[in-house]
């Protein structure tokens, strides 16, 4: 319901409530209450009827107005100011508890300071009460009831995009972070570089479709249909002098008029058609990285020349996290039992 509309409700309870003290005087009359009496006991009637009114038209309007209104693209932003809104964001199942734990511990010690909201695509719930005693660690239950059914299939990472999309819309900064990030140094480093950017930064591998060390490029690993379906020839990317191939496990992502257009709304449109998120065909570790793949591709189209080895602040990206894919760092998770939890 719109505000406009409960504040004509509100205007037409407290006339009804008014205009019917005349008759409702009459009946009350002869049972001895003083017109004074009569007309105080109306005025509180109608006063609550108002208040009650009223305060749900607030309570609307705050739920309404969830969305945070950060735009990096107006202005110089406040890097301070952008940091304290920095929500540390990720997903994980049962598999990935131990090695989660690490990440949680690590963002505790470098940014103690920071919101941690985990969102729970398989826990148990034994670990996910673990989870929920962890210090300035928030847990959310992802609703796959909500999505497609290739959704819940984790192997598509299709959640994962659709989690960051929530999160940007909720927080208006976030960094995404799979269960192998482990912080050494604190997210403020990056949000100027960031904001160099439109608001979006990853650790970019390489810019040479053709690359196949250290790290071997998405180019080997996304199948002809997603090309197709975001946009981009196939041939014509591995030849280009830019065809970048970010990170998706790591992603610092600031909103902007830029980020929603270029990044977030494409994307999320791939995420959401099963047949561009995970193509007839595509087989994880074999043939196709799914979110990574569309990421790759993505940036390569929209944001055309953006990036380059001169303003990727790939060193910076590096001095502030590394990937640690074991889990033999899981207790170094502070634990809190007043932790606030969602």
Known sequence: MKQSTLRFMLV??????????????????????????????QKRAAMKIGYLLLN?????????????????????????NLFKHL???????????????GMIGSAQKAMPQTRIVVF???????????????????????QFQKYPAYVSN???????????????NEFG???????????????????????EHHGYLSRIHSYNASTTKPIKHNYYMTVDQMYKAIGVDRKDYFSSPY??????????????????????????ACATDKNCISPPGAKHGHNHRFDASALMLVIHKYFPGEYSRENDHVKDFDDVMYM?????DWNKAKFCTDSVQI
């Open 12 to 41: 037409v309870a407290v006339c009804v409530a008014v205009g019917g003290m005349y008759t409702a005087w009459k009946s009350v009359e002869k049972a001895g209450q003083t017109r004074q009496e009569f007309l105080r006991t």
């Open 56 to 80: 749900k038209t607030r309570n609307m309007t705050r739920a309404h107005d969830k969305k945070v209104l950060i735009d990096v693209d107006k202005g110089k932003p406040d890097f301070d």
């Open 87 to 101: 929500v540390v964001v990720t997903a994980f199942s049962e598999n990935h508890y131990k090695e989660a734990m």
């Open 120 to 142: 729970d695509i398989g826990m148990k719930n034994k670990t996910l009460q673990k989870i929920k005693t962890l210090c300035n660690v928030e847990v959310r239950k992802f």
């Open 154 to 168: 984790l192997a598509t990472y299709a959640w994962k995009v659709i989690i960051i999309k929530e999160a940007l």
């Open 173 to 195: 900064a976030i960094f995404w972070s799979d269960a192998s990030v482990r912080f050494v140094k604190s997210l403020r480093l990056l949000v100027p570089f960031a904001c």
């Open 243 to 268: 065809a970048p191939h970010p990170a998706s496990n790591r992603q610092l992502v600031l909103n902007s008029t830029t980020v929603q257009r270029n990044y977030l709304q494409p994307l999320y």
């Open 324 to 328: 640690h894919r074991v889990s033999n």
